[in-house]
């Protein structure tokens, strides 16, 4: 909610924030511009998701055009919450990544294993995978803007 954002940019207005650092701040789509406005221009802010294509009858999604066109320059994809939660695949998530990257975003793609799948042995075959399906989709000019979590 509102209060609780505002503490979190009192928090991160008062710093100190090193300058050397970019600080990327991702916040629910309802919340974007609110975000934008109120924290300093120092700090970016990232929408928490975006669809793969530019428009159309995608109910409840939301467009890299969108994202821009409150200010926003940031997504992040591939959340292990989209992943494990709403079933995405690495195809559709690296759809996802190159879609908004031609659009103007800057993405912060996430990879990473699930619980069980560190404890069987599994995270490099896990990440691995994940992160070949992405790249296929970053052009070599691309990867200024994009920061892999």
Not at 116 to 134: C, D, H, P, Y
Request: hydrophobic share 40%; net charge negative.
């Amino acid at each position: 909610n509102k209060k609780e954002i505002d503490g979190i940019i009192a928090f991160l207005t008062a710093g100190p924030l090193d300058p050397n650092t970019e600080l990327v701040c991702g916040v629910p789509s309802c919340y974007l511009e609110y975000c934008h406005q109120k924290l300093p221009g120092t700090i970016g802010v990232a929408a928490q998701n975006c669809y793969k294509v530019p428009k159309g009858a995608f109910t409840g999604e939301i467009s890299p055009a969108m994202i821009k066109d409150v200010g926003v320059e940031w997504v992040i994809l591939g959340h292990s919450e989209r992943r494990n939660v709403f079933g995405e695949s690495d195809a559709l998530i690296a759809e996802k990544v190159g879609h908004a990257l031609s659009e103007g975003l800057k993405v912060i793609p996430c990879i990473g294993e699930k619980l069980e799948e560190r404890e069987s042995g599994k995270t490099e075959e896990v990440v691995f995978s994940q992160l070949k399906a992405i790249v296929q989709k970053i052009p070599l000019d691309k990867w200024e803007n994009v920061v892999i979590a």
